[in-house]
Each structure stands twice: as C-alpha cells, then as structure tokens.
Nanobody
Framework: QVQLVESGGGLVQAGESLRLSCSASGRIGSINYMAWYRQAAGKERELVAVITYGGVTNYADSVKGRFIISRDNAENTVYLQMNSLKPEDTAVYYC??????????????WGQGTQVTVSS
C-alpha cells in the first residue's frame, strides 16, 4: 500500500507564510504528479496546485503569485510554500498523488489533511 502524510498546517495571521509538506511511502515505483487540494467549511474540495514529475506546475487563479509548489523526487515529497496568506485561504489542505506502484498498478492516493487557519 501507499501512504501520504502531510505536515505543516497551523494558525497564522493574514500576510504571514506557511510551508506544507507531504511525503509518500510504501510500494512506490514512481509518482506521476503530486498536488495540493483544499476544502473550506461548507465548500467543495478544490485544486490548489499540481506538479508533474518533470516539474511542470499549474495553480489555481486564487493562489497564483502567492503559493509555490515544489517536489523532491528522490524523497517522494511535495511542498507547498504559502505566502501572503489571506483569511479566504483557511481550509483543510490535502495532498494528492498519482502513483505507479512496484507491481505496476496505478493508484490515486490522498493524505489525511492538515488544517490551515488564517486570521484577519
């Protein structure tokens, strides 16, 4: 099996920064893409940012210019640097990855989520 474990959430004030991390472990052959989603209370889960194995990135319009996604392929880890945080960034942030396992099966895995709260 494959596990994704997130860390780095917390409570900050508007304008401050946070860095989220997500590490994948288990029977991993390779990881195609890794992504961050978020879900605010009462809203649907939305894509925040995604990064391919080759480093191509894409961002939601609401975070462009403020958030940076990066990954360490050797460590199967993805990061989300969140700068200039706003109260509307408050949500549970989830790590997501498309993984090719050692037995050549594709899996889409999710982390357990980490809370980010931005106070005004």
């Amino acid at each position: 099996q494959v596990q994704l474990v997130e860390s780095g959430g917390g409570l900050v004030q508007a304008g401050e920064s946070l860095r989220l991390s997500c590490s994948a472990s288990g029977r991993i052959g390779s990881i195609n893409y890794m992504a961050w989603y978020r879900q605010a209370a009462g809203k649907e889960r939305e894509l925040v940012a995604v990064i391919t194995y080759g480093g191509v990135t894409n961002y939601a319009d609401s975070v462009k210019g403020r958030f940076i996604i990066s990954r360490d392929n050797a460590e199967n880890t993805v990061y989300l640097q969140m700068n200039s945080l706003k109260p509307e960034d408050t949500a549970v942030y989830y790590c997501n990855a498309r993984i090719l396992t050692e037995v050549r099966e594709f899996l889409t895995s999710w982390g357990q989520g980490t809370q980010v709260t931005v106070s005004s």
